[in-house]
């Protein structure tokens, strides 16, 4: 089956895993060669802030897929002008290759939404869809139920390939940048050429800012759900602090960057505490939700520049430790009765809070080691440490 690959994309930035893709596509399709398109202004999504432009992710493309000699990166979506319609782009090919079966490659989300497109059925008329197999959640009868839904409505006979999965997206890519931590998603060439000119925001100096312009740079980090959160912890932070005889502005820096990481997921986490050089613990590694509170601490110490105090309070919010220094203390805590949060039992842990710190704390600890064992998750043997140091603390035996 010999014919044309057509793959196209924002490539922001272009990774390994776009570099498998066009591997995999190419092998088992027996391309004689694919044509890597990025695209000028990508209809399905608007490009996040502080991407690069249309030009220098063309470039970055081309670097990506340079050792690849079958590969073809062209610049047509970014010849024309307003939205890269991929119809438009399969007319210009087909006019110019008219006995060539072009092979439209694209990754699940992109097949499950193909009717959704701007004139698919053109797209269908003029490409075979080729489906890539992303992830390993993919779930295949929903691709297969849009095959057939794609070949009833438009006669056409979609391929899906069952590809050797790479983890990997431009939006975990972007996010793994942000942190100082992508090296490892983009091939070498790419990686020094982002480096060399400073995009993704890489060359910032994010060390030695202000308060406000910290919560500003930290935000970005988060999921939009979890703001809320991140500016509670903040506010009961401070007024632990003032209660407790702690720096608010300490605590708030603490605060505000206690969860920064946390918008990655598992094996992101991982890849993260790799590119920091951290070597994880078994009961973290085994544990990949409480990675953030690692890697968070290695984010505020390496991206962000803070002192190592503050560090160590976002390194110990989750499982607490024995002898807790009193913003340690006051992170857990705030994380723990912050305004978002309402579950029973809350308002005794806040009142306790007002009185006594060691007190709230144990109460926290406890709630938090309830809630883990009624949902089956194995606790840190740290937090019983630290339940039986604040007891002891309060010569409570
Ligand atoms: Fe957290
Ligand atoms: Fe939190």
Redesign the pocket.
């Known amino acids: 089956m010999a014919g044309i690959g057509v793959f196209g994309g924002s490539f922001n930035p272009p990774h390994l895993g776009h570099v498998h893709a066009v591997q995999a596509a190419r092998a088992l399709l027996d391309l004689d060669e694919v044509l890597v398109i990025p695209a000028a202004a990508p209809p399905h999504k608007a490009m996040p802030e502080g991407s690069p432009d249309p030009q220098t992710r063309l470039e970055l493309t081309r670097l990506a897929m340079a050792e690849l000699p079958w590969v073809r990166v062209l610049d047509l979506e970014l010849r024309r002008t307003g939205k890269s319609y991929t119809s438009d782009t399969l007319r210009e090919l087909s006019a110019a290759c008219p006995d060539q079966t072009l092979y439209l490659i694209m990754g699940t989300d992109m097949f499950l939404s193909l009717h959704t497109w701007h004139e698919p059925e053109v797209i269908c008329a003029l490409a075979v869809p080729v489906c890539l197999h992303r992830t390993l959640a993919d779930g295949s009868d929903a691709l297969l139920a849009q095959a057939e839904r794609l070949a009833a409505q438009y006669g056409c006979a979609p391929i899906l390939l069952d590809n050797p999965v790479l983890e990997l997206s431009s939006t975990t890519t972007r996010k793994l940048l942000a942190l100082r931590g992508g090296a490892a998603c983009l091939p070498p060439a790419v990686w020094q050429a982002v480096l060399d000119r400073g995009l993704y925001g890489l060359c910032e100096d994010l060390t030695g800012l202000s308060y406000p312009q910290l919560e500003a740079q930290a935000l970005k980090r988060y999921d939009e759900r979890?703001v809320p959160?991140?500016l509670g912890?903040v506010q009961a932070a401070r007024e632990l602090a003032g209660r407790w005889g702690a720096s608010p502005e300490d605590a708030a820096r603490a605060a505000v960057l206690?969860?920064v990481t946390?918008a990655l997921r598992g094996p992101e986490q991982l890849q993260l505490s790799q590119a920091y050089g951290i070597v994880n613990a078994p009961f973290d590694e085994a544990h990949p939700s409480l990675l953030h509170a690692v890697t968070g601490a290695e984010a505020a110490r390496t991206v962000f520049g803070e002192p190592e105090h503050i560090c160590q309070a976002i390194r110990w919010?989750t499982t607490g430790k024995p002898g807790m220094t009193t913003l340690e203390k006051i992170i857990y805590l705030a994380?723990y009765i912050e305004p978002n949060r309402s579950f029973p039992g809350l308002d005794a842990v806040r009142q306790a809070a007002e009185t006594d710190l060691n007190l709230a704390l144990e109460l926290a600890m406890e709630g938090s080691l309830r809630d883990l064992a009624r949902r089956g998750i194995e606790p840190s043997g740290l937090t019983a440490q630290a339940l039986s140091a604040l007891r002891a603390e309060r010569n409570i035996v």
């Open positions: 979890r959160h991140a912890v206690h969860d946390k919010h994380d």
